[in-house]
């Protein structure tokens, strides 16, 4: 199992037995991740993605941007992204990181 999708059954396990509320305590335990690396935040919003939850995702990509996480050049072509991709915030931000023309 790789690590990311670890990650996403981590947060799948937590949602779970903590219910919708459980997602606060999700965020704050990852936000101390994002804060100490650009690159958590774009961690956290592929876990949301993939947990079909657009508005946080796009949360943290917007993050992401702020902080300049050099992961985001993968935004185009990264699979992962599928859940989101055809949401217009996507394209937006495709364009904001220089992707798209």
Do not use: C
């Not at 937590?14 to 690159?39: D, K, N, Y």
């Not at 993605?49 to 902080?67: G, I, K, Q, T």
């Amino acid at each position: 199992m790789s690590f990311r999708r670890a990650g996403a059954e981590a947060t799948r396990y937590r949602l779970r037995e903590h219910g919708p509320g459980g997602e606060s305590a999700i965020g704050a335990s990852r936000s101390t991740v994002a804060i100490a690396q650009p690159e958590g935040a774009t961690e956290i919003a592929r876990l949301y993605a993939n947990l079909n939850r657009p508005d946080s995702a796009f949360l943290w990509l917007d993050r992401a941007y702020e902080r300049r996480a050099a992961a985001l050049w993968r935004l185009k072509w990264d699979s992962a992204w599928k859940p989101i991709r055809s949401d217009p915030r996507f394209q937006e931000l495709l364009k904001k990181v220089g992707l798209v023309g």
